[in-house]
């Protein structure tokens, strides 16, 4: 009996990390680059589904009455997304994310008042922590499905690190141009000011960040959605990266 033809996936083709995380603030283009570099490497596709979240239009009108309501809202959604990160590590099923979990802590300190922030805290933990039970993740290291992060209470968190994290960057005005643009009725309310909150709070995080190496690339003038060379030039950068950080420019080398 014949054996059957060997299928063999050309290795520029192959994705180089087996969990990538796209990340930044609203409209830089994290689901874009995201759908691009999936269809690339044919890896599985997770996005954030903030159409999902009833709170959130009401938070934009409203930051400090809907804020709660809203991050736990996403809480509960990024536990349900981490059952489906470990199904893809237990799968060996390459994975693409337009979101870190992490990014849950970004937007809650950054609209919760103290006393709110410590409520969400334990009340996120205490998701996380079944979520967990329910996947079968231990904090006490790693094992199938990855690296099990801690979050700075001492929660675990419910998902796995990425093996890889591309941060977008752009100016408040950028995104704010591109919001305006792409016209969402739910985001037009979105306020300049709490553009650049925003964008301070994310610099912040990735300043600290160190759990996984990251790639922090200037949005502005790269356009990996509509240019194949830049896209190239992306994908380059992440595959022949060797540090724990680096910052890309187009047409630099940082």
């Known amino acids: 009996m014949n054996a059957s033809p060997l299928t063999v996936t050309a290795p520029q083709l192959r994705p180089p990390f087996r969990y990538i995380a796209i990340e930044g603030p609203i409209g830089v283009g994290k689901t874009s680059l995201a759908r691009r570099l999936a269809d690339r490497w044919s890896m599985q596709q997770l996005f954030e589904r903030p159409q999902d979240n009833p709170f959130l239009e009401r938070f934009y009108r409203d930051t400090t009455r809907h804020a709660l309501a809203t991050q736990l809202h996403f809480a509960l959604q990024r536990a349900h997304q981490a059952q489906e990160v470990a199904a893809a590590y237990a799968a060996g099923t390459p994975l693409i994310a337009d979101f870190m979990t992490e990014k849950n802590d970004i ?69 704010f141009s591109r919001i305006q643009k792409r016209a969402l009725p739910m985001e037009l309310q979105i306020s300049d000011a709490y553009l650049h909150a925003l964008c301070n709070a994310y610099n912040e995080f990735f ?42 420019v187009k047409g630099t080398s940082l």
């Not at 968190?157 to 100016?171: E, W």
Request: proline fraction near 5%; charge should be negative; glycine fraction near 6%.
């Open 107 to 175: 937007f809650a300190r950054l609209t919760l008042p103290e006393d709110e922030w410590q409520l969400y805290r334990a009340l996120a933990a205490r998701i996380d922590a079944s979520s967990n039970a329910g996947n079968g993740i231990s904090n006490s290291g790693s094992g199938t499905t990855g690296t099990i992060r801690t979050a700075s209470d001492g929660s675990a968190a419910a998902a796995p690190s990425p093996d890889f994290v591309v941060y977008l960057q752009a100016s408040p005005e950028v995104l």
């Open 207 to 248: 300043y600290h960040y160190d759990r996984t190496p990251v790639l922090t690339v200037n949005a502005e003038h790269l356009n990996p959605l509509d240019s194949d060379a830049d896209l190239a030039l992306l994908v380059e950068r992440m595959e022949t990266m060797r540090g724990r950080k680096e910052f890309f």
